[in-house]
């Protein structure tokens, strides 16, 4: 099993920045692909930025040249760096680990964590 653990969410105000963290712990092996997936309530879960390990980056459009993804695969530990806040970048945060091909993977979830911007 894998465990995710998130930190690093809170409230903003527009233009500021927050960074998260995600932890992962458990049956991890060393080729993956973690992430940021972001949700609204009664929406369907966005991708956000994705991260191989071998460090090859995807963005949202809405986020890039904003948010900035990367990762320290000693300690198995996901960021998501968040710039230039906006208020409909409110929402819950996931983390995201996946082992395998999107189509064909399995992935696991964080617990998710709140990113509030606003004045």
């Known amino acids: 099993q894998v465990q995710l653990v998130e930190s690093g969410g809170g409230l903003v105000q527009p233009g500021g920045s927050l960074k998260l963290s995600c932890a992962a712990s458990?049956?991890?092996?060393?080729?993956?692909?973690m992430g940021w997936y972001r949700q609204a309530p009664g929406k369907q879960r966005d991708m956000v930025a994705t991260?191989?390990?071998?460090?090859?980056?995807k963005y949202a459009d809405s986020v890039k040249g904003r948010f900035t993804i990367s990762r320290d695969n000693a300690v198995n530990t996901v960021y998501l760096q968040m710039n230039s806040l906006k208020p409909e970048d409110t929402d819950v945060y996931y983390c995201?680990?996946?082992?395998?091909?999107?189509?064909?993977?399995?992935?696991?979830w964080g617990q998710g964590t709140q990113v509030t911007v606003s004045s």
């Open positions: 995201n680990l996946r082992i395998g091909s999107e189509t064909y993977g399995t992935s696991y």
């Open positions: 458990g049956s991890i092996f060393s080729v993956n692909t």
């Open positions: 991260i191989t390990s071998g460090r090859a980056t």
